[in-house]
């Protein structure tokens, strides 16, 4: 009870929370126009079509206007040139109602920040306070909402820097808080390590607990298919396609599914499989926004296949492709299960006579269904080399115990019964650990190899 206690205070409602009235958003995007900074996969129209998509995500926040503004570097403190800032400053203050901006980068300083809100006069937003919003909205478990409250904690300090110049600035004088030899930064910095480690270590609690499930999963020999890809690309929509399970509800948003989710489906040889649903990715996703979902992704690790899901109708394909393998390969993932990942191009439906440019691609559409029983042929290939299990034929007598218990312990696919001397020739997809119980058990069995 003290545990829930102390968890309900984590997930109590968040202070960087802008709020639950709505927002009239005027969405600013930099475009840089050379140098390193500069995407040679996308466009400034497609970039800020990506933030729109963000903004129409959240309830009650519309875009007021979309602005592209060229700029050479992002990173300095204005973002934009004198002339620039100058008519962008005029543009937004002319817009009607409107209550806040959308900064289309990454991440901006706490002084950045406090400079444009001044300028502007309304709240300014950048990539990572978005999303995290998205994600506080989305957040449905006691994991993900604490993966949420972590991943705030790099914007709680940097908000804390800011307002201590402040303090500073008007009020002078003494910086410590009284009788206690300690500065105001230092209490609250102390305050924000205190709640950091809660946070990580109710998250360990959970990560333990999913590692039990994992391992009880493991003796089943069920094996696990992570299906990921770039958000919005069809991953719960191919899942529910794959298992047939009805209450599955994809949606077509941005970061609909935040947790970790898994859904029992049959494989062409009648093996039961785990397809593992999980967060989607997008282009300058913070970092520390994907290092506090990692208990999240850390599942991945654990699976035998990967399946990448790619809407292949979006124009920035090929950046969302890149996107994925480059968080998939900081996420340390064995080498193993990045060199067998399935390719899969989603909305096919779409595309008048497609056909996959990529080696070993395979088409489909998960809405139509097209395509799906050859993905399930591939997986169950993948998955019979990952795992090692193997397909036999074997001679048994069917008054004995040996169908009961291959029905049990391994997938049986096929039983042709011979009734004239009572025996059955038995086709099974069966784990090696299984296998060698079976021979134990049943020595005198006729075993084929298929």
Known sequence: ??????????????????????????????????????????????????????????????????????????????????????????????????????????????????????????????????????????????????????????????????????????????????????????????????????????????????????????????????????????????????????GLHPRDQLFATLDITAHAGYLPSHMAVIYVDTIGFLTDLPHNLVESFSATLEEVAYSDLIVHVRDITHPETILQKATVLSVLRNLNLPSHLLDSMVEVHNKVDLIERYKPTEENALAISALHGHGLEELKQEIEKKILTATGKKILTVNINLEGPQLSWLYKEAAVQEVEVMPEDGTARVKVIIGSSAFGRYKNLFPNSKIFMS
């Not at 409602?13 to 802008?18: F, G, I, V, Y």
């Not at 309830?59 to 992002?74: A, G, H, M, S």
Request: some cysteine.
């Open 1 to 246: 009870e003290e545990d829930e206690a102390a968890l309900e205070e984590l997930l109590g409602p968040s202070p960087l929370a802008p709020g639950p009235g709505a927002q009239r958003v005027a969405i600013v995007h930099p475009a840089v126009k050379w140098g390193p900074q500069k995407s040679p996969l996308t466009t400034a129209e497609l970039q800020i079509a990506e933030a729109v998509a963000l903004v129409d995500t959240l309830q009650n926040w519309t875009v007021l206007d979309k602005i592209i503004i060229p700029t050479k570097n992002p990173n300095k403190k204005f973002v934009f040139g004198r002339g620039n800032f100058q008519s962008l400053t005029e543009k937004i203050k002319k817009l009607p109602h409107v209550t806040a901006v959308f900064l289309n980068v990454e991440r901006i300083s706490s002084l950045t920040k406090k400079e444009l809100e001044g300028a502007w006069g309304v709240k300014v937003f950048d990539r990572y306070t978005v999303v995290l919003h998205i994600f506080r909205c989305n957040a449905r478990t006691k994991e993900a909402k604490l993966q949420v409250a972590l991943a705030e904690i790099p914007l709680l300090r940097s908000n804390l820097k800011n307002e201590v110049s402040q303090r500073d600035q008007q009020r002078g004088g003494s910086r410590y808080i009284m009788g206690s030899g300690e500065t105001f930064l230092e209490t609250q910095n102390r305050v924000l390590k205190e709640r950091e480690l809660k946070i990580r270590n109710a998250l360990e609690k959970l990560r333990r607990k999913r590692a039990l499930l994992r391992s009880q999963r493991r003796k089943c020999e069920f094996p696990v298919v992570s299906v990921m890809g770039y958000t919005n690309c069809g991953k719960t929509t191919l899942i529910k396609a794959l298992t047939g399970e009805a």
